[in-house]
């Protein structure tokens, strides 16, 4: 699914990235399919705002950007944050996430 939405999963890496970094002040980046357009989609919600209540996206990967996420490691450098978010991402959860939401 990735490959036909994204190309390929460094380009869906770097759109996330991009917008999860540009969240101005808290809130978070989110991988969430479409089940209208059976598409993967990149969004990002202010705040606590939910994924799928607000953009009726169902929810397959978060990363949260507020700044308690990430203080202690990477002070205030969220890209470097954003950036290595990706070794410990479970693949295998977010898969299971897929398969149940195209149900």
């Not at 036909?4 to 969430?32: C, P, T, Y």
Request: proline letters at 3%; glycine letters at 8%.
């Amino acid at each position: 699914a990735i490959q036909k939405d994204f190309g390929n999963e460094e380009a869906m890496k770097q759109e996330l990235s991009a917008m999860s970094v540009g969240v101005q002040g808290s809130g978070w980046g989110w991988l969430g399919y479409n089940a209208k357009t059976g598409r993967i989609e990149c969004a990002t919600r202010a705040n606590q705002d939910p994924l799928q209540a607000t953009t009726g996206l169902v929810p397959l990967l978060g990363i949260d950007v507020w700044e308690h996420a990430y203080y202690v490691d990477y002070r205030n450098v969220r890209p470097e944050y954003v950036s290595a978010i990706w070794d410990v991402i479970n693949w295998d959860t977010v898969e299971k996430r897929l398969v149940a939401a195209q149900k």
